[in-house]
């Protein structure tokens, strides 16, 4: 899994937008539950969102970015995105993006097992 950032990087001020996204070359990701997680430093994991395979897309998002982050996926580009808004310095970390072997489809994924190398986001105040 491969988790990338926009154009503009992992750098943004407070209050500004970001997307990230989790593209696989090696399998498809339409068996899956894909989930967004982060970590800052000094705190524990954080469990932000979850996308299932379904056609409706069942969604998790934490209480922390409830309102302002969304998840969403394209099957055809393999890929799920994580559209984060209002940003703020509480959400600096790095954001990994994940599944659950074999071909777990909850969310929240209760045992996320294969992630990626994550993405930097820095958010200044």
């Known amino acids: 899994l491969m988790c990338s950032c926009g154009v503009w990087g992992g750098l943004v001020q407070a209050g500004g937008s970001l997307k990230l996204s989790c593209a696989a070359s090696?399998?498809?990701?339409?068996?899956?539950?894909v989930g967004w997680f982060r970590q800052a430093p000094g705190k524990a994991r954080e469990d932000i969102s979850c996308?299932?395979?379904?056609?409706?897309?069942?969604?998790y998002y934490s209480d922390s970015v409830k309102g302002r982050f969304t998840i969403s996926r394209d099957f055809a580009k393999n890929t799920v995105y994580l559209q984060m808004n209002s940003l703020k310095p509480e959400d600096t970390g790095v954001y990994y993006c994940?599944?659950?072997?074999?071909?777990?489809?909850?969310?929240?994924?209760?045992?996320?097992?294969?992630w990626g190398k994550g993405t930097l986001v820095t958010v200044s105040s």
């Open positions: 994940g599944i659950e072997r074999p071909y777990g489809n909850l969310c929240p994924i209760p045992d996320m097992d294969f």
């Open positions: 090696e399998f498809s990701l339409d068996y899956y539950a």
């Open positions: 996308i299932t395979n379904d056609d409706d897309g069942d969604t």
